[in-house]
DNA sequence: GATGAATGAGCGTTCATTCAT
DNA sequence: AATGAATGAACGCTCATTCAT
């Protein structure tokens, strides 16, 4: 699926960085070497000094950028959500039934990350799986209302409004459609690490598209009248 | 609900410590003290120097009982899991209808917790907002894999096959249980901790029963034949 | 080369530790445990816990023998200097000829240590080994003069006087007995470790006699008349 | 004996050190802090920390420099053997009797360093102090063939080959060059530190130049045809 | 006499951060 | 704007040692 050839970027909230990594080479190179290292080494283990000699540089010079760590993981966190609203907005426009958009919509958000060419510079494969072993820590943190008062989470209440609209369009009188949304998003990230880390946990394989079938079906009895 | 008195006790995976906390008075003191300063400052800030001093201990006396502040967390978890595997077989012992079963399962595992008079010791409101905001993070870790070798997850497990067989019992041909109950738990921990940092990403308010209610209702629809 | 069969032991002064390790079993497992870890970790990395770990035992019962792992340290080289000179005495005793004394006392010194049945408990071979590699460290050391005072340094002197003694015979108006012959020992040390970790630095291999053979015609060559 | 003023400088082998301490004044200032404190407790009770407090900075800048206190001892090591080898360079130039290259090759590894005004920042007599006393450490050591695959221990073969040759040179025939060599520069160090310390292993007094006539006599005498 | 429990002290290390250039 | 140097503070951990039993 192509949509705009490297046309377009995914803006992120401009609280979250110092200065804006999309503005500069070594910007760029910090993200870039930031979702390789932590997808390798894990966030907690993950540190500017890492980081810097990963890419050769140095602590001050992320430091340009980024106040902390953890303000790193929510742009790359950020970034994410607003690419998959960006993705979700292209697979459903022009498409009229409401089931068909629901369809695509869970499909969306559910199924496992293939490479985008659109954005060169991001290995989403990468980012998708930092999202689900890492990007919880961003809101289990005692600073988290901070955080919101920040609009740090609007990218994610965003998308997940997109799905509710759906639902209350098939069923405008189900009462926790937000609920549901955010229930099949975690739910498919833990379901997707449960295969790959914990098999015992969960019903089925790394690779299997089981996840999508078995949260579009929940969803579907949910709402049903 | 009590049930029996103070005469029996959680045991606990015995490779997460190097010496029984519940062998001594040390370990009780460690044990409450790490509850209460988690639940205060979260697991991040948490360190065997804060808990060490917050009871008026040391560092390296800590050291005797856990290898690790992971491990510490790995205990609170496992004993949780295990006291909620208890309260489980209590409340299902003698009732025979799959249905109330069901009922009653999952009202244990997504209603708000209430201080059990059992376990004078731990205070299980506070290990309960601990769950919830800090126990992904025994699994989120790049050494996950190490602690299932150890059967740090077992509790967990035995815990969500209990809930798997009521519903194979309903619906023998379904073929998700795991993914399902899973999928409850980890999201009304989600809800609940929505509800109190994150309201605008969830349907309810903290204190309401809407959690329970809504996946009651989630699975009873999802496991119709 | 048998002596006396088990039949007698090497007194070790008794100001090198609290309670003779000779007088117990746990003394003696003690000493046994650590010869074995000294010889395969090091002194440095040797430590009272990890013996104790070692031997089944606690902290507190290794400090009821050794004030420290100094201390301990010196009752090991104590004990291989007083075995030395008992096997040096034994090999000299009812030999006449000075040149003949001489050269049984340089190989005693010398030598590659082979394991003595005389002593069941004690396996010279390591002991060797920690003496070669360890024993510079009881004197290279700022207490020196303490322990010179307490008369630990007694053993090494005896051994060396000894020798002294024949070298005067051949040659009394020698004047560096004492500089020559611990040149010797200290040298022949040296040259056994060089040939195992270090060859570049030596002209032998680590089994060769050449260390014997070189010691020898070095003395010779320097008491020469 | 002036040399070159200043003007040159002893290279250290650059795998000791993680930033050369030549290169700026806090290094300087931690190699001159290093050998007065060394020099002063022992290197046993030296720590970065308590470096770090008498040169009035911190135990992080010292650890931009050296890995560790083992390495730090490495560097004072090679630096002196590398300053020896200089001194001897310049001794021995244009001189050609190989029996007076002996003799003067011979003074300069075993004869009491007297301070070098080429090298103002390094006490020479106090670096003696410490390389007699604890230089053998950083070979006495479980990691002793690491350092010498990384080329550590190669000055002090350069400098042992150098005066090997002049022994070639007078008695091509003679087989243990090497072992004599090395013999009588450990030997000398030890006996220097004997007649200081423990003045009854030894013949000579602290300040007699008696160890350096012993030494040459006893080449002298084992290299004769 | 031997052991189990506990502790004070300090080490090596790393981190986040700042300052000067 | 980017970097190199330096640092304050704290962390995780282990050690030697003592006390109570």
Same mark, same amino acid.
């Given at each position: 699926?192509?949509?705009?050839?490297?046309?377009?970027? @995914? *803006?992120?909230? +401009?609280?979250?960085?110092?200065?804006?990594?999309?503005?500069? &080479? $070594?910007?760029?190179? #910090?993200?870039?070497?930031? @979702? *390789?290292?932590? +997808?390798?080494?894990?966030?907690?283990?993950?540190?500017?000094? &890492? $980081?810097?000699?990963? #890419?050769?540089?140095?602590?001050?010079?992320?430091?340009?950028?980024?106040?902390?760590?953890?303000?790193?993981?929510?742009? $790359?966190?950020?970034?994410?959500?607003?690419?998959?609203?960006?993705?979700?907005?292209?697979?459903?426009?022009?498409?009229?039934?409401?089931?068909?958009?629901?369809?695509?919509?869970?499909?969306?958000?559910?199924?496992?990350?293939?490479?985008?060419?659109?954005?060169?510079?991001?290995?989403?494969?990468?980012?998708?799986?930092?999202?689900?072993?890492?990007?919880?820590?961003?809101?289990?943190?005692?600073?988290?209302?901070?955080?919101?008062?920040?609009?740090?989470?609007?990218?994610?209440?965003?998308?997940?409004?997109?799905?509710?609209?759906?639902?209350?369009?098939?069923?405008?009188?189900?009462?926790?459609?937000?609920?549901?949304?955010?229930?099949?998003?975690?739910?498919?990230?833990?379901?997707?690490?449960?295969?790959?880390?914990?098999?015992?946990?969960?019903?089925?394989?790394?690779?299997?598209?089981?996840?999508?079938?078995?949260?579009?079906?929940?969803?579907?009895?949910?709402?049903?009248?």
């Amino acid at each position: 699926m192509e949509y705009l050839g490297g046309k377009i970027s @995914i *803006d992120v909230n +401009d609280k979250v960085f110092l200065k804006d990594p999309r503005s500069s &080479k $070594l910007g760029n190179k #910090i993200i870039e070497g930031a @979702i *390789d290292l932590i +997808d390798e080494i894990g966030f907690e283990e993950f540190t500017f000094r &890492k $980081l810097a000699s990963s #890419i050769n540089s140095t602590e001050a010079s992320v430091y340009r950028y980024f106040e902390n760590k953890h303000n790193l993981l929510v742009y $790359l966190t950020l970034w994410y959500w607003g690419w998959l609203e960006y993705r979700l907005v292209f697979r459903l426009v022009n498409v009229e039934d409401p089931y068909e958009r629901l369809d695509r919509a869970i499909k969306t958000l559910t199924e496992p990350i293939k490479q985008d060419s659109d954005f060169t510079q991001i290995d989403e494969v990468k980012l998708n799986r930092i999202v689900i072993s890492e990007s919880s820590k961003i809101y289990l943190h005692k600073l988290v209302e901070l955080d919101n008062s920040h609009g740090f989470f609007k990218p994610y209440k965003d998308l997940v409004q997109r799905v509710c609209d759906i639902i209350l369009e098939i069923n405008p009188g189900y009462k926790y459609p937000h609920m549901l949304i955010s229930t099949c998003i975690e739910g498919a990230h833990h379901q997707r690490f449960f295969a790959e880390h914990l098999p015992r946990l969960t019903d089925i394989l790394p690779d299997e598209d089981a996840v999508t079938t078995f949260y579009l079906d929940l969803i579907k009895k949910a709402i049903q009248k």
